[in-house]
């Protein structure tokens, strides 16, 4: 069982950025990323993935802001979320997954306002 914990979060103004990290117990080498976000009243939906050698894909409305990475040796990834928009505002969850497990953190608030 792996544990993750996210941290980073917090109110920011519109234009302004902050880096999520994605604290993992155990080694995750072996494992792909992702981040996902859910807002208020709204379905989670996907964010960003990073796979285990490091290929990056990103939804549509983030692309070109956010740039996810990883750090192995750490056992950590990152969310770093620039040009911020309060559409951006959501609890902001990291997944670690491979072809059995899925792990998932607690998330962390990201609000976006003037």
């Known amino acids: 069982q792996v544990q993750l914990v996210e941290s980073g979060g917090g109110l920011v103004q519109p234009g302004g950025s902050l880096r999520l990290s994605c604290a993992a117990s155990g080694s995750i080498g072996s494992l792909n990323m992702a981040w996902y976000r859910q807002a208020a009243g709204k379905q989670r939906e996907w964010v960003a993935t990073i796979t285990l050698i490091g290929a990056t894909n990103y939804a549509d409305s983030v692309k070109g802001r956010f740039t996810i990475s990883r750090d192995n040796a750490k056992n950590t990834g990152y969310l770093q979320m620039n040009s911020l928009k309060p559409e951006d505002t959501a609890v902001y969850y990291c997944?670690?997954?491979?072809?059995?497990?899925?792990?998932w953190g607690q998330g962390t608030q990201v609000t976006v306002s003037s």
């Open positions: 997944k670690l997954f491979g072809t059995i497990y899925d792990y």
